[in-house]
T-cell receptor
Framework: GAGVSQSPSNKVTEKGKDVELRCDPI?????LYWYRQSLGQGLEFLIY????????KSGLPSDRFSAERTGGSVSTLTIQRTQQEDSAVYLC???????????FGPGTRLTVT | AQSVTQLGSHVSVSEGALVLLRCNYS??????LFWYVQYPNQGLQLLLK??????LVKGINGFEAEFKKSETSFHLTKPSAHMSDAAEYFC?????????????FGTGTRLQVTL
């Protein structure tokens, strides 16, 4: 396909609800990354997948955050019991392992009310 | 560990003037360095990358950057600004480890271009 796609583009949820954010990487890209962009914290790394495994989960801010990747393709980031501080733009990126540039999707803007 | 410092959260230039956005990095291993641009309500677009080949890197839209190891810098330049260059620019670093790994970003520089 074309670029990295993410859905939904916008999500408004009430505090305490669970949300799922989806990322479709570029076809053939084996590495997939999640980042979060917020006013207070800038661009932060969350988690990285190589294939279906996650060698680096060091950026997940709490155990309310989890992610999975299936079939070496689509990834879902799940936030349980959302809090207002989770409001941010969640960006997904993908890359080929043997080249190092990451290509970003348009992001999902999450607003927790 | 890697980190990036971008000097100047806001830079304003006149159309046609030189653009200079500063980035200094810190890395315990040889780095790969990147500049990304973000237009309002969009994701990040790669402008250029340094991956230990040529120290002067040319990117899209007339931008270029020079890797200076002695100064630990990777400043972004463009000879002549255009109104369409107004956006936020992020410098990023990752370790040159031969495998994919996360990017560490600077705090960004918002470029304003005036008539």
């Amino acid at each position: 396909g074309a670029g990295v796609s993410q859905s939904p583009s916008n999500k408004v949820t009430e505090k305490g609800k669970d949300v799922e954010l989806r990322c479709d990487p570029i076809s053939g890209h084996t590495a997939l990354y999640w980042y979060r962009q917020s006013l207070g914290q800038g661009l932060e790394f969350l988690i990285y997948f190589q294939g279906n495994s996650a060698p680096d989960k060091s950026g997940l801010p709490s155990d309310r955050f989890s992610a999975e990747r299936t079939g070496g393709s689509v990834s879902t980031l799940t936030i349980q019991r959302t809090q207002q501080e989770d409001s941010a733009v969640y960006l997904c990126a993908s890359s080929r392992t043997t080249t190092y540039e990451q290509y970003f999707g348009p992001g999902t803007r999450l607003t927790v009310t | 560990a890697q980190s990036v410092t971008q000097l100047g959260s806001h830079v304003s230039v006149s159309e046609g003037a030189l653009v200079l956005l500063r980035c200094n990095y810190s890395s315990s291993v040889p780095p790969y360095l990147f500049w990304y641009v973000q237009y309002p309500n969009q994701g990040l677009q790669l402008l250029l990358k340094y991956t230990s080949a040529a120290t002067l890197v040319k990117g899209i839209n007339g931008f270029e950057a020079e890797f200076k190891k002695s100064e630990t810098s990777f400043h972004l330049t463009k000879p002549s600004a255009h109104m369409s260059d107004a956006a936020e620019y992020f410098c990023a670093v990752r370790a040159n480890t031969g495998t994919a790994s996360k990017l560490t970003f600077g705090t960004g520089t918002r470029l304003q271009v005036t008539l």
